[in-house]
Every structure is written in C-alpha cells, then in structure tokens.
C-alpha cells in the first residue's frame, strides 16, 4: 500500500546557512509497513557553542513534535530521532538512496506548464450545448424554407415543346379526295389506260400549282385522285394508289347540263353528294361535259363543279387541277386577301357582330328597323355556318347625333354628295359615335362593328366615290379587324324634310339589299372573295352563291385554315407560357393553370386526330378549345407581377431577421470547437508519459 506525503512541512524548518554550521541537520524519510520515520542528526559541535545550540535543539523538537501531529491528521504515524548530522544538503542524498515511488510524480509536477498542459480533460458540455443551438436551426430551416416555398402547378414542358416543334416542322395537313368524271370522250381501245393517263396528268398539273412549301390547313400534300371515263357504252374507272371514292357509273345521267345554274347545282347534289365510309376527308368532284354548248364553268355552292362545251383534254385537265388546288383546296382566296392570321375571331373564340344603325340628326329624320326579323331571318344561317369556326353572337343598337368626321362635295354630274376613297379612313367619328357599348368589350371576344349610316338631309344623297371614279354599287366598305360601314340612302331624301315624317321603319326589301351587303362585308372580313367571278389562268368560273352566305367548299377551306391557326396559337401561347415560368422560379402557378394546360394539350392533340381523319368541323371545334384555354391560363389573373417575387427579393426580406442570429450561432460554434481541440491538446500532452 503507497502513501502520499504531504512535504509542505519542510517549508517550516530552518534552511541551513552554510555547510559548517553546527546546528545542521541530516533528514532520513524511510517507509516500512506503512510508517514513515524521520530522523534528524547532528553534527559535531564545539564547546563553546554548547548552550545555544541546546536551546535550538529545544526549538527543533518543538517543532517536530507540530509537525507529527500535523502528520498524524493524515493518517501517519512518526518517529522522530534527534541526532547530530552533517548540513541540511544531505537531505536530497537520503532522499536518492531510499526507494521512494512518489519520486517520478513529483519530478512530474515540477516541469507542469499551464499554458501548455492540463491535469484533467476538457469537458464536453459546453460544446454539446453550442451544437445543439447549431443543430436546432439546421433542422428548423427546411420548415422556414417550406414556409415561404412559392406553390407551383405541375406543367407538361416537354408536351409543350413538341407540340410547338411539331406545328413549325410539320404543318397540318388535312386529307382530301378529289375525282374527276369526264363525260362524252371517246376513250378508244386502251380506256383503262387513258384514264390512268388523265389521272396522272391531273396529279401532276396539281403539284405545279401547289407552291414549294406545304401551307398549313391545305390539301396539298394529302390528297387523292380519280378519273372515271363515262359514255353511253362504257365506263371505265382509274386504279387508285389508296382508297378513293369511287364514282358510280351512271349516277349524273340524268341531270340536264342545258338549265340554269341553280337547278344543275341541286341535281348534281343530289347525285353526288353524301360522304364514303371509311374514307377520310371530303370529296370534291369536278364533272367535264364534252357536248355542243356554250363553254362555261361553273362552281357550285356545294364540294362540285362542272365544264360544259366542246373542251379538250389538256384544256380540260388544266381546269381541273387549277379547281382542285385554288378552289377547293385554297378556298378561292386571291392576293391581297385577308388570311388566316387576321381572321377576326377572339382568343376565347368568339365573335360580336355588333349592328348599330346611326342617324345623323333626329331633326330630319329618324329611323329604326325590325331586328329580331333580320337576325331570324337573314342572321341565323350565318350563324349556324360559322358556328365550327367561332362562337358568334349578334347584338344591335340605334344611336343618334352621330355625324361623320370628313365632309363631302357636291357633284352636280352624280346629282350626290360624295365621297373618295381617301377621305374614308376618316369617315368613323370616334368621339361621336359610341360604339363600343357591347357587354363583350372589356374580354377577349373580337366585337365587329356593322354600322348602317343615315346621312342628314344636309348631305343626301352620299355615296362613297371608287378609285376608278365609278360609284360603288354596295355603297359601303371594311375595315380590317374592324367591321364595315354601309351608307344607306333614304327615299325622297332630297325633299323638305319639314314635308317628311320624322319617325320611319326601314322596309324589310331595303333590309335585304342592306344585309346582303354586311354578309358580302362577313365574308371579306374572314377572307373569302366577295363577288361570284374566279378569274384563273385557265379561265374564268362562275361561283354560286349559297343562301347562308358560304358555300361548303368556302366552310371546308376556313375550317381548315382556322384549325390550323388556332394550333399554331395554341403552341405559340403555351410555348411563351413555358419560357416564362421556368425563368420565374418564384412564379406562382395554380392548380387551375396547371388545369388548363393539360386541358389544351388535350384538345390540342385530338384536334390534330380528327384532321388526320378528316373530321373538319371537330378538328375546328378542338382547336378553338385548345386556343381559348391557352389564353386562359396565360392571362390568368395569379400570373401578375405584384404576385410573385424573385429569390432576391425573399432573402432580403427574410435576413435580416435569421442572419444575425444565425451566424452568431455559426461562429460560436466555430469558436467552442475550437477551443475543445485546444483544451484536449493540452491535457494529451500532460497525459503522454516522458
């Protein structure tokens, strides 16, 4: 069992002062069974100092005997020997011999550094406590962070994008099947032959006015082509490279080519018309009567048309292919026309056309009209017409005080007041003439505006001046995107107007020569030629007009281009819908945009399957859907600037209350782990034995 010995006591004897004193002492430690001795003796002295260093003696027992009983407190017990010695040096010699175990410790604590050593290890308590903090606002700042998180709807970003590729590399292209009868050609001995011949001298006229570039909502590249060859003895049919449908011979044997237009138009009709099963898109005939007549060419209001008279082959294959593409194909449109692109149709597809009738001073004269009989009567077949394209409504109004902005002259040769062509841009008074009272006007539906002008009796007769000098025989014109303007003429409007009655009612003959004139202005305003004369290179052709103001050949050939375009908006919007919200991280986006993009990706994707099967009017109606959610979600009202901020603007917001703080915690934590190193660096360095 070892003992550990207290030496402060060593402290209280006296330190010798030279080796020659004689009152030195010579200390002996030893330790034996757990008793620990010591001894003291004392050197030689001489005589003459005999009774002081008695009384010193006196004094060193003294304070041996409070020393041992200091020892005794812990559990020592000493002997203490009294003898003479040699000097108080020879301590540490007693202390080398005698095998003491405490000598290394002591050796140890002697050499102990503060700055760079430590007897106990550092605790961890204070650093537990910093990580703690630390590991608390780590784990709180994914909520913080889902707290301000900006709610963003799923959106089909690659649909999107192949959709919009897809619209510029290949434009829609609607299936089509024209056949052409010939009638009265002697086929010879080789029939099959000839009109294989035919067939392939049509296709290739065709691609020749077929332009380089396929046009998106045309025929141009999908379509087929028949020729059937029909006599009194025979009729021999073309082979066809895919299903056609075929004619059936005999089937116009009895339509009488000699009466008018109208009555061969219905009997053609009746029998050609109906649609093939399992055959995709339309069919456009073309019938060539070779006969004694007077030639003529004529162009139905339904999908045919017929060339009557003594025609040659070549002449006649010519016409054909120019009726196919220009015609039937194009929808008759000519240079200059408006198109596809200008079609003044809404972004929700809708259309107002908005009637207002205008008198210009009350004082004169007023005049209403029966507005429920013209939108019965003379509105509703436009209507219905126009209805795959646009969802169209009709609204009407009758203003008052409604003066021109231009002035006319008075032309003693016309006996009228007229007007040029180039005072026309500044015939709609805008501050006078309070057009735009339409429910409609504040939303996305196009509103055209159809004005029936009455002039004051100051200014009647008016009529509008062409540039060739002529008087225009509809007396109105258009205004792109607009709508039109008809300038109507009272009667007896050169009489004293104090002679005339002030309150009138248009009469309903005066109606339809006026209405007549706004649907011609319908039809230019969406693109189609507003006279019945197709003026070509092969020729010039009659076109029939239809009682609903559109023949179906016209319908088709705007059902096809307006599909078209409302696809290539559709891609257009979506697309510029997807650039911005992956440039705005912090864009909010509803679950209703999301909603409706994948609504109009929808309808999108089954209006270019009902075109690929020729199903015109439901490829129209889809687009249109596909257009109007398009915009709907782009021009929803969530997406606004004041309603969503970049990730800037959230840090500066939110810093300078979790900034501080945050990195006062950070530092101290920095701080305390370094100081732990430091602290436990010490005390492995106390640690590590010599």
């Not at 992956?582 to 209703?592: G, T």
């Amino acid at each position: 069992m070892g003992y550990i010995t207290n030496f402060a006591f060593l402290k209280k004897l006296p330190s010798p002062r030279s080796s020659n004193s004689a009152d030195s002492l010579h200390v002996s430690l030893a330790s034996q069974n757990g008793v620990v001795s010591l001894s003291t003796t004392k050197a030689p002295a001489k005589k003459k100092h005999a009774d002081k260093k008695k009384k010193k003696r006196k004094k060193k027992q003294q304070l041996y005997i409070e020393l041992e009983e200091e020892l005794k407190t812990e559990g020592f017990r000493f002997f203490i020997f009294l003898s003479a010695a040699p000097a108080m040096a020879e301590i540490a010699e007693s202390s080398e011999s005698s095998p003491d175990p405490s000598g290394p410790k002591l050796e140890q604590r002697e050499e102990f550094d503060p700055e760079t050593m430590r007897r106990t290890k550092p605790g961890a308590k204070r650093l537990v406590l910093t990580f703690s903090v630390l590991v608390s606002f780590l784990i709180g700042f994914p909520f913080l962070w889902k707290s301000v998180e900006i709610y963003r709807a799923p959106l089909l970003f690659d649909d999107i994008d192949a959709l919009s590729r897809r619209t510029e590399s290949e434009p829609l292209q609607f299936p089509c099947n024209f056949r052409a009868v010939f009638v009265g050609f002697d086929s010879g001995s080789n029939d099959l032959g000839r009109a294989d011949d035919l067939k392939s001298s049509i296709a290739d006229r065709m691609g020749k006015f077929v332009s380089g570039t396929s046009q998106c909502g045309t025929c141009s590249n999908n379509y087929s082509v028949s020729v059937t060859m029909e006599s009194n003895s025979h009729c021999v049919q073309s082979r066809s490279g895919r299903d056609s449908c075929s004619y059936q011979c005999g089937a116009i044997s009895s339509v009488e080519f000699n009466g008018d237009d109208e009555s061969v138009d219905d009997s053609l009709e009746r029998a050609l018309g109906g649609e093939c099963s399992g055959l995709a898109g339309k069919v456009y005939t073309v019938v060539v009567v070779n006969k004694d007549a007077e030639d003529k060419a004529v162009i139905g209001k339904y999908r045919h048309a017929w060339i009557v008279g003594r025609v040659q082959e070549e002449r006649a294959v010519e016409k054909i292919a120019e009726i196919f593409v220009k015609v039937f194909s194009n929808g008759g449109k000519e240079e200059g026309s408006i198109q596809g692109e200008f079609m003044p149709v809404g972004a929700d597809g809708r259309i107002v056309l908005s009637f207002n009738l205008l008198n210009t001073d009350p004082q004169d004269w007023i005049y209403d009209w029966d507005f429920n009989m013209i939108e019965e009567h003379m509105l509703s077949p436009v209507v219905e017409a126009l209805g795959p394209i646009a969802n169209i409504t009709v609204e009407s109004q009758v203003l008052y005080h409604t003066p021109k902005s231009c002035h006319a002259y008075w032309d003693d040769e016309l006996k009228s007041f007229i007007l040029n062509t180039g005072d026309l841009p500044f015939f709609v008074n805008s501050n006078e003439w309070h057009l735009d009272t339409s429910t409609a006007a504040g939303g996305r539906s196009k509103i055209l505006q159809l004005v029936l002008y009455i002039p004051s009796a100051k200014e009647c007769p008016l009529n509008l001046q062409l540039p060739n000098g002529e008087i225009s025989k509809a007396n109105g014109y258009i205004s792109p995107m607009w709508g039109g303007v008809v300038v109507w003429n009272p009667m007896n409007c050169l009489q004293d107007p104090e002679k005339y009655p002030a309150g009138h009612k248009i009469s309903p003959q005066d109606l339809q020569k006026i209405f007549e004139v706004f649907v011609a202005q319908i039809r230019q305003l969406v693109g189609l030629k507003s006279d019945n004369l197709f003026i070509g290179t092969s020729g010039r052709s009659i076109m029939l007009a239809s009682e609903k103001g559109f023949t179906e050949w016209e319908l088709d050939a705007l059902t096809r281009q307006h599909t078209c375009f409302n696809l290539r908006l559709c891609a257009t919007t979506l697309s510029s819908l997807s650039r911005l919200v992956q440039s705005l991280p912090r864009m909010i986006i509803m679950d209703e945009i999301g909603k409706q993009v994948k609504l109009s990706m929808e309808a999108a994707k089954q209006a270019e399957i009902d075109a690929s099967l020729g199903i015109y009017e439901a490829a129209a109606v889809s687009s249109r859907q596909s257009r109007a959610l398009a915009e709907d979600a782009f021009f929803h009202p969530s997406i606004m600037s004041v309603s969503y901020y970049s990730f800037e603007h959230c840090f500066a917001v939110y810093s300078p209350f979790f900034l501080p703080v945050s990195l006062h915690v950070v530092l101290a934590a920095l701080r305390e782990w370094k100081r732990y190193r430091q602290e436990n660096k010490k005390y492995l360095t106390w640690k590590k034995p010599k």
